[in-house]
């Protein structure tokens, strides 16, 4: 299947380089063009050139191809004209006020003019998509906008889960957890171009990113907790280390953009108005299980209420016989290992670069405070808020600008929800 | 300039009025080039770009018989402000040109220091049309063509392609606003219709939105002008039926690389790209290999060079290192004259008082009275099966038109 | 030591008690706070639910009730902290329902917490300062040129001083108030709302793991503040501190008050004793012959005590 | 190797233009973070304010320099309310995500193609800058001492730089040790107890924010001056984790705190940066290429920051005392 | 738990001497002249043969250089129910947390049935028997007063069940709010849960830090009962109070602490009666 396409896009290619490559530019100034309708070729049609002094430069017809000329004498400003007139029946200008262009045309170069036809009735009035850019492809685009808002959401959700975890148990707001979702996205890769497949790697990358993060608390946070090290304190210290670790993937692996050796550039697939891929629906199945699952254990496993209670009070946990080092440690493992997972994920459905996760980590810390610092089921609903709400609001605003569409919605929603959407108020008195 | 040399601390008083300084014999060259940041992929190819030339220059005997210096310093991006540490510390070391900065935003933010020091900003790739009437005391020259010119051959070629419906998807910042902006001027003059123009932000994480903002507007060609988030629109594109195969994609000088170990095969086959500069030959690119055998990629390698090369011949012309002498015989050395095409070849003329017009490995490199190349070869490129891009035709253009 | 006359003040708080009913509600000659309906729910819990209640100038009104009674959160509601879903109430005849914490103790009306908030990295006297009011130096373009403040803050300092010295603080005066241990912490909270010189001051159980000996000492000072006239509403649930300086009892149970009276009235009530004071009340709890002995020993020192006196 | 140039450099970068803009940007955080305990990982966001509302006066409207100054106080007075007003009744650590957020809305507006024509999109904005030059007393040529010397018109940035640096140190000094600086020293530790002392902890908040604002406002003058351009990439959010880095480095809730901090953090930074160029270029370093110096040296900052936290978590100046009562 | 037979505590000779402290000797205390003072160490000695658990010349406290503890001893002995009683900030809480391996003991020992548990994990502690109800901050408030008591029983997940019943017979108002948040309760049904915490795990030795602060008068009796019933039924109790009164009254012996170190330590009986400890550390207000 996938080789077919392959020979089929190759031979396309082929045929635009054949079609392309001998007709190129020839010397001296002239101007030229192809009448097509619908791909086919309209001949016959009268094309004539003035120059801005409105002094007749030449006319030419169409040939079978479609294809005509004027030379003109000099470079200069010229004013090419297409008699609608004779046109054949059947066959419109697209732009029924633009069957003349006045152009510029350089020294030594061919000018190329296009003047697109339609089949006769579906001409419109000027410029614009006009009334066929109607209500049904707004509802598809929406639908795919909200389709591609749920995968980012999901993403994000997956990420903020390991910040909102370690910093509901530890109270750190971890400024290097984008890292930690390249570091699991590059583990990936090592092991990718080491010859195992992606299936393969990323499990393995997981694992390995849970053991980092189970070292990272062990011979770094942990013995920084001990020596007293304050929250903010270890807040910053982990700016360091964002950086610290970012450039250092930079130093390693180096600027560039990294694929994955499967699954590049997979072909899209339709589903009603939505196009995907394969592998986005595999990410997103992933992703949702492991969130359910994680959400779940953290819900009704002793492990995950003693998590809980670990962030409320360390000092009283210990007091209860929690081995609150030990919860640490595992919380630290897992919610790197999720980053890991997320930051393979991200390689998989996007691409690998030494900035991949600091690009997401203003949209995971937005998802966390937007659900409710520290509470891991706010975590999931805010990412999705803000994925859903990056991606859509590009209706209204420039994509450039989408980002800020998803920071607007989080001031607005604490602006009501002071706490989050999940989060509680705290008991005053 | 020369940082071991025991001359007095006079080539660079600053102020407005071109200072007649003498330069201190020995040339020195600072390169400001991106090792860190967004443009850290295009560092290496630009840094090889110069060391090859002061190796053959040196090679060849050096600039007033000594040989040139060259530091190399980081131009990060424009988030870090570490440009301007870097220049502080290149006019420290009393550099005579500043190669860089890549990106024409960070050229903007150290332009009025270097060019107040007297010091000659010469950039291999800022192509934002600004710079052309930039106050910039006729210290500021570029190798690498403006915006204008290409975007001017990208959009023919889309209008020759027949497409009548073109969507422009390109980089917020000034390379990108600036190119997409004379696409689209040249699209919609030979018919065409631009249908829609995205600007994306770099940093963002996807670019689902962005293109299903393409798709909606249905057209039948994209002017992609992207660094390296190519590698990431494409499968999005794919992914939203606005493949190669469905729908005509063009590249610019930002994107067109070799993506051989990016893609699987036959993903770009039949996008066609235009490139500023004449076709760097296997020959030249070999030769850069040999300064960085990891370079994958060779964008604005041969401008680099050609900067750097221009520079040495200029101070030669004006026998004097200062960067106001230099500037000073730029203009002279690239046009009207006996042609040569490298260092030695060209010293050689200069040394029997001729007149010279180096041709670079970029192209003609003739500079214009505001220092940019007056006429500039594009070239149109088009990929294959294996991802990788070949000419099709060169096209050599005039930068006012 | 504590003097047992009775004062001029308490004379006059007890005269305008004397002739009330001991009915929940009952309207008091000259209230400083009235309370009309307050109602405050959490999800489907009632927590206050006050029909009517008064609180009587220059008395010392106790507010007691068991625990979860509603009684914080009744505070909570008077003082800003929290809004009442329904009622209103009114401080020397002026409306406070709706007005923000801080107003609230502007016009007058100070609380403390139950559960301490020790301002940890100011120091102890800082802490102290910063209960005064009306401070010029708290307004930022005069806070710049110190000649503007430093008169005012110098009395107030000593003010500061006098106080702490009364709540036994002084020796810490200049630790950081983070470092203080629990009861430490009370005391500071209490001398700190003091330093707002309010008309009235509510304290969220104030003697709760204060050491008894300093209470009693304690109970002498927040009965001279009656004598300066200050009014004083708390909550506590040591029976002994209220029988001994409350005026007035008012008992909450479920969120209602359920009964008002004299506090030897109030401890006789069977509704009280089986809601709230239980077997305690006067009954010896368990080992019989440690009462005894404990019950000498009071009548020993008391004996002393009214010797000396 | 050239130890006289890197030592040169380190110098002049610890009292030149970067430390100037550092400090004064970190004076602001301190107000917000140091004294008040507000997480305000905004400050870029006050910084671009400043440095646009002086540009876009006199660069977009052509109105003179003055204005411009005007413009960029009362901008970030602005930016300040309308921050303020969502903000600061949430808790620290949420505080912190929208500030970042906050600053983030102003860069990627300030950059939008949409306001291009009064902003400069991402090209930003020059040639604001004559009116200050302008009243330049130092005429063309080099000034300093021994090898540290800078030319006339960083002479005039860091006159009035360094002068500005000291005016807020003593603001900054006569507010915090009088009782309004006590009471922002409340707040930062607990709002409920101060407001049931009879304070209006939401105004307090404001004004420390509106304070730390028009000081961070400054520094944003001073950044786009000292370039004589604006863009709005200089003022994304690393400015702000630098200028918390020179907070910390120096120690907050101690008046010179961002003075030193700014100026060992430039002088560090430099000296290492140039130290490692000036290795690699001399062959000195050979396991590493040209390409990896900015890398490795980012590395370095980020480990001096993790060391520096780690081994001195009060900074220079700080009190070890009050960082001890921090720990959870 | 079985008795240790020979316990090998060290002979006070053996103690290490805080190096940035004066000797013990140089610093008793003034009030000497009582019957019930602390002159030397040898009542300790002597009495803590045996000892549960027992602690010897600690010194410990928070900030660097100043200590809290400063020298204090102490010792249970199985089956006993002693107080600790004293004036705000002598160090009370600072002792139990030392005991508990909250707080960083500096110098001195801690033994626990013969096994040196000096500076040993709280967890670890749990699970060798011990119980703690802090003095502040003693709920989890995210968690419901449910997952508060099943934290209670970490170790012993399965006794859960049992144990919740125990707890909310004593406490009925917590069944009531089972699903309730701890942090959104009032401040005596806070020091429920605390207490009711501490229940779930059948410990047998109990550090109690002011169990009855805040507890309306009935639950006050209440928690003296309880804690009288569970030292009857073989726990170990320590007792931390300001309800001195109380405390002294059911305990079997009694510790006055002052300034980081012992005051005075007799029976209960004595403690209530002695007229120095009445004035200084009792009042006179009660008269119940
Ligand atoms: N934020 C809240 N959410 C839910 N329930 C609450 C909240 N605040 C208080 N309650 C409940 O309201 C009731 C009244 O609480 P309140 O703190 O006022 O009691 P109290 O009388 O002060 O008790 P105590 O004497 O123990 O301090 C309690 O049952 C408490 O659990
Ligand atoms: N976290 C801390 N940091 C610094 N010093 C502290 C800390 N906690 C307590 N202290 C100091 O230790 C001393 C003893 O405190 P502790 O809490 O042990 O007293 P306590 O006897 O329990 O008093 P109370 O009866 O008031 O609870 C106090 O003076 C206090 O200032
Ligand atoms: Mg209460
Ligand atoms: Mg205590």
């Not at chain 1, 630290?332 to 991200?346: D, M, N, S």
């Not at chain 4, 407001?195 to 000081?215: H, P």
Request: charged share 20%; aromatic share 8%.
């Amino acid at each position: 299947m996938r080789s077919a396409v392959i020979a089929f896009t190759a031979f396309l290619g082929g045929l635009i380089l054949f079609l392309a490559a001998p007709t190129a530019w020839a010397d001296g100034e002239a101007l030229k063009g192809t009448l097509q309708n619908q791909g086919q070729p309209v001949s016959g049609v009268k094309i004539s050139a003035v120059t801005d002094s409105n002094a007749p430069v030449g006319d030419a017809t169409s040939d079978a191809k479609g294809e005509w000329s004027i030379a003109v004498p000099k470079p200069g400003t010229y004013k090419v004209t297409l008699d609608a007139k004779t046109l054949p029946s059947g066959v419109a200008l697209k732009f029924k006020d633009r069957s003349s262009l006045t152009l510029q045309v350089y020294e030594g170069n061919v000018r190329n003019v296009l003047f697109p036809l339609v089949s006769a009735g579906a001409a419109n009035q000027g410029g614009g998509q006009g009334a066929d850019t109607n209500t049904d492809t707004v509802w598809d685009e929406l639908a795919q906008l909200l389709f591609d808002g749920l995968a980012l959401g999901l993403i994000i959700a997956l990420g903020a889960l390991g910040i909102s975890l370690i910093f509901g148990t530890t109270g750190l707001t971890n400024f290097a957890h984008g890292e930690l979702l390249t570091i699991g996205a590059f583990i990936a890769y090592v092991f990718n171009t080491a010859g195992l497949h992606l299936l393969i790697a990323a499990p393995l990358a997981v694992i390995v990113a849970a053991g980092f993060g189970y070292g990272q608390e062990r011979f770094f946070w942990g013995p920084l907790r001990r020596r007293k090290t304050g929250l903010v304190s270890m807040m910053i210290i982990s700016i360091g280390l964002a950086i610290f670790l970012r450039y250092l993937l930079l130093f390693i692996f180096k600027g560039e953009n990294l694929p994955y050796e499967q699954y590049v550039a997979q072909d899209g697939i339709q589903l009603g108005p939505i196009s995907t891929t394969p592998k986005g629906l595999v990410a997103m199945g992933v992703e949702i299980v492991v969130l359910i699952l994680v959400g779940l254990a953290l819900m009704f496993t002793r492990l995950g209420k003693a998590t809980r209670a670990v962030s409320d009070n360390p000092a009283l946990a210990a007091s209860s016989g929690i081995n609150v080092d030990r919860i640490i440690r595992i919380v630290w493992a897992a919610g790197t290992a999720v980053a890991g997972l997320a930051g393979v994920l991200l390689g998989t459905t996007q691409i690998l670069n030494y900035q991949m996760g600091q690009q997401v980590l203003l949209l995971m810390f937005a998802g966390v405070t937007l659900g409710g610092l520290g509470t891991a089921f706010g975590a999931l609903v805010g990412s999705l808020v803000v994925g859903i709400f990056v991606q859509v609001s590009t209706l209204w605003i420039p994509p450039e600008l989408k980002t800020v569409g998803a920071l607007v919605v989080l001031i607005l929603v604490l602006l009501v929800r002071p706490q989050g959407i999940l989060g509680r108020r705290e008991r005053i008195g | 300039g020369g940082e071991e040399s025991a001359a007095p601390a006079t080539s660079a008083p600053a102020s407005s009025s071109a200072p007649a300084a003498k330069g201190d014999g020995v040339l020195t060259i600072g390169a400001l080039l991106p090792q860190t940041g967004d443009l850290a992929f295009l560092g290496p190819p630009e840094f090889a770009g110069v060391k090859l030339a002061v190796q053959e220059i040196n090679a060849a005997g050096g600039v007033l018989g000594k040989p040139v210096v060259e530091i190399d310093t980081d131009s990060g991006d424009t988030k870090t402000d570490i440009a301007s540490q870097s220049v502080d510390k290149l006019l420290q070391q009393k550099a005579d040109t500043i190669i860089g900065a890549a990106s024409s935003g960070v050229s903007k933010t150290v332009i009025d220091k270097i060019t107040s020091a007297g010091v000659v900003h010469f950039s291999p790739a800022n192509t934002s049309p600004e710079f052309t009437t930039y106050n910039d005391k006729g210290l500021y020259f570029r190798t690498a063509p403006s915006d204008v010119l290409q975007g001017r051959v990208l959009g023919d070629l889309i209008v020759q392609d027949g497409s009548d419906s073109v969507a422009i998807l390109n980089r917020q910042d000034s390379y990108g606003n600036g190119l997409a902006d004379e696409v689209e001027k040249s699209v919609t003059s030979g018919g065409g219709e631009v249908v829609s123009k995205t600007a994306y932000d770099p940093a963002a994480a996807d670019f689902s939105a962005d293109v299903a903002k393409i798709k909606s507007s249905n057209p039948k060609a994209i002017a992609l002008i992207a660094f390296n988030e190519t590698t990431k629109i494409i499968p999005e594109l794919k992914k939203q039926g606005l493949g190669p195969d469905k729908v005509k994609i063009y590249f610019v000088d930002g994107n067109l690389a070799d993506y051989s170990s990016d893609f699987p095969k036959g993903t770009l086959a039949g996008i066609k790209g235009t490139l500023p500069g004449a076709a760097s030959s296997d020959d030249f690119k070999k030769k850069l290999l040999t300064v960085d055998p990891e370079l994958r990629d060779y964008s604005y390698a041969p401008e680099s060079y050609d900067a750097t090369t221009l520079t040495a011949l200029a101070a030669e012309a004006a026998k004097d290192d200062s960067g106001t002498a230099i500037a000073s015989k730029l203009v002279e050395v690239s046009k009207g004259g006996e042609k040569c095409t490298d260092f030695k070849a060209c010293l050689d003329l200069l040394k029997a008082g001729k007149d010279i017009d180096y041709d670079g490995v970029s192209g003609p490199v003739e500079f214009s009275d505001a220092g940019d190349p007056s006429e500039a070869t594009i070239g149109i490129y088009q990929y294959g099966d294996d991802n990788k891009y070949k000419n099709i035709t060169y096209l050599k253009g005039n930068v006012a038109g | 030591m504590h003097a047992e006359t009775v004062s001029e003040k308490k004379a006059a708080a007890l005269a305008a008690f004397a002739t009330l009913e001991t009915e929940p509600g009952v309207a008091k000659p000259d209230p400083i706070l009235v309370v009309d309906k307050v109602v405050r729910r959490f999800g489907g819990l009632t927590a206050v639910n006050v029909d009517h209640m008064e609180v009587q100038r220059g008395s010392i009104t106790a507010l007691i009730g068991p625990n979860g009674a509603g009684k914080t959160t009744f505070f909570n509601q008077l003082t800003g902290f929290d809004t009442a879903d329904e009622g209103d109430w009114t401080f020397n005849g002026r409306s406070l329902r709706g007005v923000p914490a801080h107003r609230v103790a502007r016009h007058g009306m100070v609380r403390t917490f139950q559960l301490t908030k020790a301002l940890s990295k100011l120091t102890v006297v800082e802490n102290m300062r910063l209960g005064a009011q009306n401070q010029r130096g708290e307004n930022f373009f005069r806070s710049l040129i110190p000649g503007f403040w430093r008169g005012q803050e110098d009395e107030i300092t000593e003010r500061a001083e006098e106080l702490l010295e009364r709540f036994k603080l002084d020796a810490k005066r200049d630790d950081f108030a983070g470092s203080l241990s629990g009861g430490q912490r009370k005391l500071l909270e209490m001398a700190r709302a003091l330093m707002v010189s309010p008309e009235l001051v509510m304290l969220d159980e104030p003697m709760a793991g204060v050491n008894p000996a300093l209470t009693q000492s304690l109970l002498g000072h927040v009965k001279a503040l009656r004598e300066e006239g200050m009014t004083v509403l708390f909550v506590e649930h040591d029976m002994d501190m209220v029988r001994d300086i409350s005026d007035w009892v008012i008992v909450m149970a479920q969120g209602s008050v359920i009964a008002e009276g004299p506090p030897d009235t109030i401890m006789a009530d069977h509704r009280v004793i089986d809601a709230y004071l239980g077997a305690h009340h006067d009954a010896p709890m368990s080992v019989e012959e440690a009462e005894e002995q404990l019950q000498e020993a009071e009548a020993e020192i008391e004996a002393e005590i009214e010797e000396k006196a | 190797m050239d130890w006289n140039l890197i030592f040169t450099r380190a110098i002049e970068a610890g009292i030149g233009t970067e430390a100037v803009i550092y400090a004064l940007a970190a004076i602001g955080l301190n107000i917000h973070f140091g004294y008040t305990g507000l997480l305000n990982f905004g400050q870029a966001g006050f910084v671009a304010v400043g440095a646009y509302g002086l540009a876009t006066m006199i660069a977009t409207f052509g109105l003179p320099f003055w204005v411009g100054v005007l413009t960029g106080i009362a901008g970030a007075v602005v930016f300040a309310l309308l921050l303020g007003i969502p903000t600061l009744r949430l808790r620290a650590d949420y505080l912190a995500i929208v500030t970042i957020a906050a600053a983030e809305i102003v860069r990627l507006v300030v950059r939008s193609i949409a306001l291009q024509g009064t902003f400069g999109g991402t090209d930003g904005l020059e040639a604001f800058s004559d009116g200050f030059y302008s009243m330049n007393p130092y005429g063309p040529g080099e000034y300093g001492i021994g090898p540290i010397g800078f030319d006339n018109r960083t002479m005039w940035v860091l006159t009035v730089g360094w002068v500005l640096v000291a005016v807020f140190c003593v603001l900054v000094y006569l507010a915090m040790n009088s009782p309004w600086g006590r009471v922002l020293k409340a707040i930062r530790e607990d709002e409920d107890a101060v407001r049931s002392l009879g304070k209006n902890v939401f105004s307090y908040k404001m004004q420390a924010l509106v304070f730390g604002g028009v000081v961070g406002a400054f520094a944003g003058f001073l950044f786009a001056l000292s370039r004589a351009a604006t863009q709005p990439d200089l003022f994304s959010t690393e400015l702000t984790f630098y200028a918390y880095t020179v907070l910390i480095l120096g120690g907050a809730a101690r008046v010179l705190g961002p003075v030193i901090g700014a100026a060992l953090f430039w002088l560090l930074l430099i000296l290492v940066k140039t130290g490692m160029e000036e290795a690699v270029n001399h062959q000195v370093i050979t396991f590493i290429s040209v390409n990896q110096v900015g890398a490795i040296n980012y590395m370095l900052v980020g480990l001096g920051l993790v060391l520096l936290l780690i081994f001195r978590p009060q900074g220079i100046l700080g009190d070890k005392r009050e960082i001890a009562l921090d720990a959870r | 738990m079985s008795e240790p037979t020979k316990p090998d505590t060290p002979e006070p000779e053996d103690i290490p001497q805080p190096e940035d402290a004066a000797t013990p000797e140089e610093r008793e205390p003034e009030a000497a002249e009582s019957a019930a003072a602390v002159t030397d160490r040898s009542d300790h000695v002597a009495g803590a043969q045996n000892a549960v658990l027992r602690a010897d010349e600690l010194f410990a406290g928070y900030v660097p250089g100043v200590n809290i503890l400063n020298g204090a001893d102490l010792y249970v002995k199985k089956g006993e129910l002693i107080g600790i009683i004293g004036p705000n900030g002598a160090g009370k809480s600072t002792l139990l947390k030392s005991l508990f391996g909250l707080v960083n003991v500096r110098s001195g020992t801690i033994t626990l049935n013969g096994e040196d548990i000096t500076n040993l994990k709280s967890h670890a502690l749990v699970a060798r028997g011990v119980g703690y109800v802090p003095q502040t901050n003693n709920v989890f408030p995210s968690l419901t007063i449910e997952e508060n008591l099943e934290m209670g029983a970490f170790q012993v997940p399965k006794k859960f069940k049992e144990r919740f019943e125990f707890v909310c017979e004593i406490f009925p108002a917590l069944k009531e709010r089972r699903r309730q948040r701890a942090g959104s309760l009032s401040g005596g049904e806070r020091q429920m849960v605390a207490m009711g915490r501490a229940l779930m795990t059948e410990p047998s030795v109990l550090l109690l830090d002011e169990p009855s602060a805040g507890l309306s008068p009935k639950l006050q009796d209440l928690v003296f009962i309880q804690a009288q019933q569970i030292n009857k039924a073989g726990v170990t109790v320590i007792m931390v109070e300001q309800n001195a009164r109380r405390c002294l009254q059911i305990c079997h012996r009694g510790y006055v602490l002052d300034q980081g170190r012992n005051a005075y330590m007799a029976s209960g009986k004595d403690l209530i009666n002695d007229p120095k400890v009445i004035q200084l550390y009792l009042g006179t207000l009660a008269r119940a």
